[in-house]
């Protein structure tokens, strides 16, 4: 056999403890990065789903954000001003929600065309509005149309 250098030792790697508790250091760090290396992996092949929760996450906000700037209704105009077929779209409406929501005319506010007071049964100037208290708005005014 060859000699040593002077400053090198030769250790016996007889404890079989020792040699179990390197195996386990060295399988958990395996396991660590391999979990990392999963994790970056997982993201660079889905960009695209980062990207959908941003879009709708920013709408959301943005619809949120609508909601509470709207403007108050301009006051409605009387009905002798009204046009003819508005006129009988709101007499029609005056049967049932469901004749209004027909017409086109549901939910409507107090003053304005399709708002019957036996339609309103909370009283608080909404006729046909949604149930579970959820007051409804159409999708017009959402959208910023007067």
Request: aromatic share 8%; hydrophobic share 40%.
């Given at each position: 056999m060859a000699k040593l250098p002077k400053d090198w030792?030769?250790?016996?790697?007889?404890?079989?403890?020792?040699?179990?508790?390197?195996?386990?250091?060295?399988?958990?760090?395996?396991?660590?990065?391999?979990?990392?290396?999963?994790?970056?992996?997982?993201?660079?092949?889905?960009?695209?789903?980062?990207?959908?929760?941003?879009?709708?996450?920013?709408?959301?906000?943005?619809?949120?954000?609508?909601?509470?700037?709207?403007?108050?209704?301009?006051?409605?105009?009387?009905?002798?001003?009204?046009?003819?077929?508005?006129r009988a779209k709101h007499i029609a409406a005056r049967r049932s929600c469901e004749a209004a929501r027909a017409e086109g005319l549901a939910p409507a506010t107090r003053g304005y065309p399709g708002y019957w007071p036996h339609l309103d049964g909370d009283n608080d100037g909404v006729a046909c509005e949604w149930s579970l208290g959820i007051p409804s708005i159409s999708l017009h005014t959402l959208l910023g149309g007067k």
């Open positions: 030792r030769v250790f016996a790697r007889d404890d079989p403890a020792d040699e179990f508790r390197r195996y386990k250091a060295l399988v958990a760090r395996h396991k660590t990065d391999e979990a990392r290396r999963t994790r970056i992996r997982r993201i660079r092949q889905h960009p695209g789903q980062v990207t959908v929760w941003c879009l709708i996450v920013t709408g959301l906000g943005l619809l949120g954000w609508r909601m509470l700037n709207l403007e108050p209704l301009p006051p409605p105009p009387p009905p002798s001003a009204w046009p003819a077929e508005i």
